[in-house]
């Protein structure tokens, strides 16, 4: 009763409510700022705490204070300066203390023995300032109000700490700040009840009640303001850092495009908005064609700035519905939700020339072409790996048709996908079941007709589908890497076997670009020639264009070691390659093979038959004998004879044969 008696009677009960005010606005901000020290460690933990005590000592100094001055003492009164300033010293460095013992965590009552800190510093400022109380009159303190108050503020303090730190009622943040309130306002009172004045003079000079509490919380919100400004601008900070942490999580970093996590995202919302509105999702795949090349030929910087000129055409095109990602590499993924099939056909029309515009690299314009693939939700799957599955299938089957760009998938891609697995298996059991041989096609002169020698072709024999064009199993077998073993066997059975021909015509064998890479040629020639005995002069090996495109300069290394040995070297398939004129001049060639298309088209193309006469002018200037493939005519034969062609070899002049049928013609010509 004397509490509350206190309280009601001895109080200004509006400058009580000013200071319970002060006081739920200062924890609120307390705590907001511990709870940033709870998430650092170290220094940042420390700047944290210090601030949080800041808060807090300001808001119990504050609550204090106008409390006092809202105290009726019966006579005038003023403060000193000094203990005033130590109260407020005292609150802020024993929060301080408390707060940093509670964060501790070097045992498991810290947050309690925090609190208890807390609540002695909350009674230390308390029984300060009211050192620095200043009144004509006697004044009597009664001790067992002042242990009470005492063992209130730290029981409070215990409890503010505890919820604050490991809290016993789950998701209440304004149970501490009532629980920081209570500590300081039950010390308050309770202390205020062990006071009693009684004046012995009347009169005096009086500070102003209401403007010394305004004062009072004028410098406390200052103080709390501070507080407030730091926590606001790492808040700022922090959701600006957590925007640059999602976009570099979401995005690509090189173009800019959303990256495969957001569009494996983009894909579930789209899925689940098309079943909402009956709609259909489009997802496409897109790999640009040749893209290593510019990165060989021209170099990665020069490919990471096509990258990011194709990436901005594609991001200027979309409309509403519709979403683009760089998913790696040169590999990209649309999506477009649609109703009618000619929203997505205009869209995959926009796709195609943002990706057909001619592209500008190293002060080059070069051509510029994508391979796209695309599958429909529901219609082609029911979850997004199957449908991205699905898209890609539809892509390599744009990428393998050069009739067309764009591919819509289709159940028979499926099955020629296992077809093409279980190929691959059978390819890498088809040697050591025997399941190869050579066949041999012959080469002729032009001029005489006379035997200049035989290419060596491979041919598969499975046991289930019969002969296997090498169209068919030289890419599998390049692309799993049993093209090494594979071409091991032809070179070492075609010298083998052209050594026991009585006549000495060479034999032309095939390296793959995988083969020059990867495998130690010349010390395989080596070995093989020695083993087999044939003579050098007599193996031709012929080379594609696309070897130099990997690795250039090991290429030259490779083919310039080859030749030291004596072994000729041809290059195949001359003119289909935009940088032919290039290779011939980084490599003394033996031989010039120009491809089947131009000896077949000459006698309808005006255009294949400047192509042939080209080839066979630069072979010409460059003293190097040129090869027609596919003569399949005698027209197309006396044509080369006319332009001057040395050599040719074509099913007109000769099939491949086995080595039982081929042999003999040799004999004959020898």
Wanted: proline share 3%; hydrophobic share 50%; with cysteine.
């Amino acid at each position: 009763m004397r509490i509350l008696s206190c309280l009601v009677v001895a109080h200004n009960l509006w400058l009580v409510l000013l200071a319970l005010l002060v006081g739920i606005a200062g924890s609120w901000v307390t705590f907001r700022l511990f709870r940033q020290a709870q998430a650092r460690q170290g220094r940042q933990r420390a700047g944290w705490v210090l601030l949080a005590s800041q808060a807090a000592g300001s808001s119990i100094w504050c609550m204090h204070f106008i409390a006092v001055v809202a105290y009726d003492a019966g006579a005038a009164f003023t403060f000193d300066p000094a203990w005033t300033m130590v109260s407020l010293f005292v609150a802020v460095t024993g929060c301080a203390y408390g707060f940093w013992i509670a964060l501790s965590n070097r045992f498991r009552a810290a947050p309690e023995m925090g609190g208890a800190v807390v609540g002695l510093a909350i009674s230390a400022m308390h029984y300060s300032g009211m050192l620095a109380f200043r009144i004509d009159g006697l004044i009597e303190w009664q001790a067992g109000y002042i242990l009470l108050s005492v063992a209130f503020a730290v029981f409070f303090g215990v409890l503010t700490l505890r919820q604050a730190v490991r809290p016993f009622v789950r998701e209440s943040g304004y149970l501490v700040v009532g629980l920081f309130v209570l500590a300081v306002v039950s010390l308050h009172f309770t202390g205020m009840a062990a006071f009693a004045v009684t004046p012995i003079a009347a009169g005096g000079e009086s500070i102003s009640a209401a403007l010394a509490a305004f004062a009072v919380v004028g410098v406390g919100m200052l103080v709390v303001g501070s507080g407030v400004i730091s926590y606001l601008l790492d808040e700022q900070a922090s959701q600006e850092t957590l925007r640059r942490l999602e976009h570099l999580a979401l995005h690509d970093a090189l173009t800019g495009l959303a990256n495969r996590p957001r569009a494996l995202a983009h894909l579930d919302g789209a899925f689940a908005q098309a079943d909402k509105s009956g709609e259909k999702v489009a997802v496409i795949g897109i790999d640009l064609d040749r893209f290593k090349e510019i990165n060989d030929v021209y170099g990665h910087k020069a490919g990471d700035d096509v990258l990011v000129t194709i990436s901005g055409r594609l991001a200027d095109l979309l409309r509403e519905g519709e979403f683009v990602a760089r998913i790696g590499g040169d590999e990209f993924m649309a999506v477009k939700r649609f109703s009618d099939h000619a929203s997505l056909d205009s869209f995959l029309v926009r796709l195609d020339a943002a990706l057909s515009m001619p592209l500008s690299v190293a002060g080059s314009a070069l051509p510029s072409t994508a391979s796209i693939g695309v599958a429909i939700y529901p219609d082609d799957g029911a979850d997004r790996e199957m449908l991205i599955c699905h898209a890609d299938m539809a892509m390599y089957q744009s990428k393998h048709d050069l009739s067309r760009r764009i591919s819509f998938y289709e159940q028979a891609m499926e099955r020629a996908t296992l077809e093409r697995f279980a190929l691959a298996q059978d390819l890498g059991r088809a040697l050591d079941l025997g399941q190869f041989t050579l066949h041999y096609q012959v080469q002729k002169s032009v001029a005489s007709g006379d035997i200049v020698g035989y290419e060596a072709l491979l041919r598969w024999n499975h046991p289930l589908q019969g002969s296997i064009s090498p169209a068919v199993f030289i890419p599998i077998a390049e692309e799993t890497g049993h093209i090494l073993a594979i071409g091991e066997w032809v070179l070492r059975t075609a010298c083998a076997e052209a050594a026991t021909w009585d006549a000495p015509h060479k034999v032309a064998v095939n390296l793959s670009p995988v083969q020059v890479i990867n495998a130690d040629i010349p010390g395989l020639l080596r070995a093989v020639l020695v083993e087999t005995g044939l003579s050098p002069k007599r193996l031709d090996l012929e080379i594609t264009e696309s070897t130099f495109i990997a690795d250039k300069a090991k290429a030259l290394r490779v083919l310039r070691q080859v030749k030291a040995l004596g072994v000729s070297l041809s290059i195949d398939d001359f003119g289909v390659g935009y940088s032919s004129f290039d290779t011939l001049r980084s490599f003394p060639f033996d031989k010039i093979k120009i491809d089947g298309c131009f000896t077949r088209d000459a006698d309808r193309s005006s255009e294949a038959r400047a192509i042939l006469r080209s080839v066979l002018a630069l072979g010409r200037s460059l003293g190097i004998p040129v090869l027609a493939e596919g003569v399949e005519t005698a027209d197309q034969l006396a044509r080369l004879r006319a332009e001057g062609c040395a050599e040719a070899q074509g099913y007109h002049l000769g099939k491949p044969m086995p080595m039982e049928r081929a042999r003999p013609i040799a004999m004959r010509a020898g």
